[in-house]
């Protein structure tokens, strides 16, 4: 499906299989002497026939289009290789070039998921199963580094590339200050919530998540584009109710910590979750990875702000309330 959304500016939607985000938000705007597309999908055939087709549609010649890419995770980046014609440049952003260069594999989030109760059988199958995992990238493409701050212009847009992590690391939007349109990635949705998760002990992606919000609060948004689903209506509200589901989330797990000590694991088991589950057990266990790492980025944050304290029980990290 192909929809205009301003003057040589579309939205393309990209179907993603079996995955309740449904399809991806890619985004294609016309110029000269460049064109540029915004986001690509998995690397799998019904991504790579919808692109196609939407570019034959559209007119595009490969060798005169650019790629930006808001960040890491497959969904966005891992079909860029495959659709990139032989001089297109791909705008990516620094943090996450330096994930890629230094991966060493899924050992240490596997090892980290089991020092926060995830049983390593389970957290195994759903790496085996993620989307990220089996169509991933191929090969990853050269990249062209972009840095909070940096330009882009493409005809007769000129955008400003925006850091903001949360989501992921390096997480980017672009915008554009004279039309008043923000391309959100996934940074900012509309009838869903961005998943932020934490998997390793040097970042609180909550607090980075909310910085990110507040920042892009201040912008005079008309337009917000995001990565998935239906367009945002309102920038600003939909940004206050971000924020609110995060402080509703921080009190859920206070209330839960009030009865006890629990590890991550425990704690997401006894979140609510607008999943069709009746017990924690029927979860799948993708939902298990997503729910635990996202308990675990709200424990960090609630850590770091002396919300809570963190403890050990048979080598698993637990948590609880001060005292």
Same mark, same amino acid.
């Given at each position: +499906?192909?929809?205009?959304?301003?003057?040589?500016?579309?939205?393309?939607?990209?179907?993603?299989?079996?995955?309740?985000?449904?399809?991806?938000?890619?985004?294609?705007?016309?110029?000269?002497? %460049?064109? @540029?597309?915004?986001?690509?999908?998995?690397?799998?055939?019904?991504?790579?026939?919808?692109?196609t087709?939407?570019?034959?549609?559209?007119?595009l010649?490969l060798d005169?289009t650019?790629?930006f890419?808001?960040?890491?995770?497959?969904?966005?980046?891992?079909?860029?290789?495959?659709?990139?014609?032989?001089?297109?440049?791909?705008?990516?952003?620094?943090?996450?070039?330096?994930?890629?260069?230094?991966?060493?594999?899924w050992?240490? +989030?596997?090892?980290?998921?089991?020092?926060?109760?995830?049983?390593?059988?389970? @957290?195994?199958?759903?790496?085996?199963?993620?989307?990220?995992?089996?169509?991933?990238?191929?090969w990853?493409?050269?990249?062209?580094?972009?840095?909070?701050?940096?330009?882009?212009?493409?005809?007769?847009?000129?955008?400003?590339?925006?850091?903001?992590?949360?989501?992921?690391?390096?997480?980017?939007?672009?915008?554009?200050?004279?039309?008043?349109?923000?391309?959100?990635?996934?940074?900012?949705?509309?009838?869903?919530?961005?998943?932020?998760?934490?998997?390793?002990?040097?970042?609180?992606?909550?607090?980075?998540?909310?910085?990110?919000?507040?920042?892009?609060?201040? @912008?005079?948004?008309?337009?917000?584009?995001p990565?998935?689903?239906?367009?945002?209506?309102?920038?600003?509200? %939909?940004?206050?109710?971000?924020?609110?589901?995060?402080?509703?989330?921080?009190?859920?797990?206070?209330?839960?910590?009030?009865?006890?000590?629990y590890?991550?694991?425990?704690?997401?088991? %006894? +979140?609510?979750?607008?999943?069709?589950?009746?017990?924690?057990?029927?979860?799948?266990?993708?939902?298990?990875?997503?729910?635990?790492?996202?308990? +675990?980025a709200?424990?960090?944050?609630?850590?770091?702000?002396g919300?809570?304290?963190?403890?050990?029980?048979?080598?698993?990290?637990?948590?609880?309330?001060?005292?």
């Open positions: +499906m192909i929809e205009q959304v301003a003057p040589d500016f579309f939205r393309v939607q990209i179907p993603l299989p079996g995955s309740p985000l449904k399809s991806l938000n890619s985004y294609f705007i016309l110029g000269q002497p %460049r064109n @540029l597309i915004v986001d690509t999908g998995l690397n799998r055939p019904e991504c790579q026939e919808a692109m087709q939407a570019i034959a549609e559209l007119g010649d005169r650019d790629f890419i808001t960040h890491l995770h497959a969904d966005h980046f891992a079909l860029t290789s495959k659709v990139a014609g032989k001089n297109s440049r791909i705008f990516f952003n620094r943090p996450e070039a330096e994930i890629i260069e230094a991966h060493t594999g050992e240490p +989030m596997i090892n980290f998921g089991g020092l926060n109760g995830f049983p390593r059988e389970e @957290l195994v199958a759903a790496l085996e199963n993620h989307p990220g995992y089996k169509y991933a990238s191929e990853v493409p050269e990249l062209s580094l972009m840095n909070d701050g940096d330009h882009l212009t493409v005809g007769e847009y000129n955008f400003t590339c925006l850091v903001t992590p949360g989501h992921t690391l390096g997480h980017t939007c672009l915008w554009e200050e004279q039309r008043g349109i923000l391309v959100a990635g996934d940074h900012i949705l509309g009838d869903i919530t961005p998943n932020i998760q934490c998997w390793k002990d040097d970042y609180d992606p909550l607090a980075s998540y909310l910085d990110s919000l507040e920042r892009v609060s201040h @912008l005079p948004v008309r337009l917000t584009l990565g998935h689903r239906s367009l945002v209506a309102d920038c600003q509200v %939909r940004i206050k109710e971000l924020a609110e589901h995060h402080h509703h989330r921080l009190a859920e797990i206070i209330g839960i910590l009030a009865s006890g000590s590890n991550a694991y425990q704690t997401a088991a %006894r +979140m609510s979750w607008d999943i069709r589950c009746d017990t924690w057990e029927e979860f799948p266990v993708a939902q298990k990875w997503f729910a635990t790492g996202e308990a +675990m709200h424990l960090r944050y609630l850590e770091n702000k919300d809570v304290v963190r403890g050990e029980r048979d080598g698993v990290r637990v948590y609880g309330l001060p005292g």
